[in-house]
């Protein structure tokens, strides 16, 4: 094996877990609930409960309801959660010969089968998550290496970014802060590697201002901006101001082009 996959397949866990862009990739293959385990079911319905999710991914009722909540908009948007109350519960609970299903909720939380894989591509404490999100990246034919390749340098970008901002805050307080401002190094980051700013990247990239630049990105960029950002946070820890770290990058851009 390459070290190239070595290096992905041990990070696999983190990739589907830290980044959204991958789990959009695969959560249509909704089919790999069943190669791992037995997914619960209910009658005419492809629908599971959040009992049924924590059944399925052996975890307690709290850990699946924690999980959904902090990442309760990525659901949402792709329809994959749904809460019944009143007459729309109502009418679920109808569809069930068994009138003690359900009895006596006041609501009912339901995941589609693509929700409920998404939810193991986000628990942490769960070896039956672990195992979808393995047999998703490492056993199904078809996982594209360059795009968990991309994914995996995205999530190491996004780890130096929260580096080199604390760096920032820890060292450049008060009005010290003036001229040393996140935007300005982000800037720099860019000059040196693009030989332009954010806003000239993001028209280039015909990007919104709300859409992530780095998403943009290849693979190799990324790392040239994770090691521009390591250098710049090393400097700030050094000491060093906005003016001499842009001044000795600048003069040695043409090495992280």
């Not at 589907?16 to 789990?23: A, Q």
């Not at 399925?56 to 309801?65: D, S």
């Not at 996140?182 to 015909?206: G, H, P, Q, S």
Request: charged share 35%.
């Amino acid at each position: 094996m390459s070290q190239l996959e070595a290096n992905v397949n041990d990070s696999n866990q983190m990739v589907l877990i830290e980044s959204r862009t991958m789990r959009d990739e695969h959560v249509y293959r909704d089919d790999v609930l069943e190669k791992v385990k037995v997914v619960p079911s209910l009658p005419d319905t492809l629908e599971v409960t959040f009992e049924m999710a924590a059944e399925y991914y052996n975890v307690p009722y709290a850990t699946i309801k924690t999980a959904i909540s902090r990442n309760r908009a990525e659901f949402n948007q792709y329809g994959e959660l749904r809460i019944l109350k009143g007459k729309a519960l109502k009418e679920f609970k109808s569809m069930f010969q068994d009138e003690t299903l359900f009895k006596g909720a006041s609501s009912l939380n339901l995941l589609t089968r693509r929700g409920l894989l998404r939810l193991g591509m986000i628990l942490t404490e769960s070896e039956v998550a672990a195992s979808v999100r393995n047999y998703l990246l490492n056993i199904e034919e078809g996982s594209d290496i360059k795009l968990r390749e991309w994914a995996v340098e995205r999530e190491i970008s996004k780890r130096e970014r929260r580096r080199l901002t604390d760096s920032i805050q820890s060292f450049y307080e008060g009005p010290s802060m003036k001229g040393h401002e996140y935007k300005n190094f982000t800037n720099l980051v860019y000059k040196v590697i693009f030989d332009c700013n954010a806003t000239r990247l993001r028209e280039t990239y015909e990007l919104e201002k709300t859409e992530p630049l780095r998403d943009s990105l290849t693979t190799e960029d990324l790392k040239k901006v994770v090691e521009v950002e390591q250098i710049i946070a090393s400097y700030i820890r050094m000491g060093k101001e906005y003016n001499d770290i842009r001044d000795e990058l600048l003069n040695k851009k043409e090495r992280f082009q």
